[in-house]
């Protein structure tokens, strides 16, 4: 079994900056994928920027050169610095885990940013 805890989410106003933290315990491989995904009201979720074991690294169009997605193995914790953050960044952000074919979720947490 594996539980995902997120945190740092909150309200900020454009242009600013949030980091959220995901620690992930329980039966954790060294080989994985750790990610974040959103989902804003009414939207689909959607992937925000994924890191597997090796450090490669992938982000959404649209939030590249802005986040920066960065992972601790020996805390087994991702990270995802937002900078430069937009009112459309508003949404539920979720962590999520990949591996050996299940997929984890975390409980998702608020990120706010008005205008």
């Known amino acids: 079994q594996v539980q995902l805890v997120e945190s740092g989410g909150g309200l900020v106003q454009a242009g600013g900056s949030l980091r959220l933290s995901c620690a992930a315990s329980?039966?954790?491989?060294?080989?994985?994928?750790k990610g974040w995904y959103r989902q804003a009201p009414g939207k689909q979720r959607e992937l925000v920027a994924i890191?597997?074991?090796?450090?490669?690294?992938r982000y959404a169009d649209s939030v590249k050169g802005r986040f920066t997605i960065s992972r601790d193995n020996a805390k087994n914790t991702v990270y995802l610095q937002m900078n430069s953050l937009k009112p459309e960044d508003t949404a539920v952000y979720y962590c999520?885990?990949?591996?050996?074919?299940?997929?984890?979720w975390g409980q998702g947490t608020q990120v706010t940013v008005s205008s």
């Open positions: 999520n885990l990949q591996q050996y074919g299940t997929n984890y």
């Open positions: 329980g039966s954790i491989f060294s080989i994985n994928v």
């Open positions: 890191i597997v074991s090796g450090g490669t690294t």
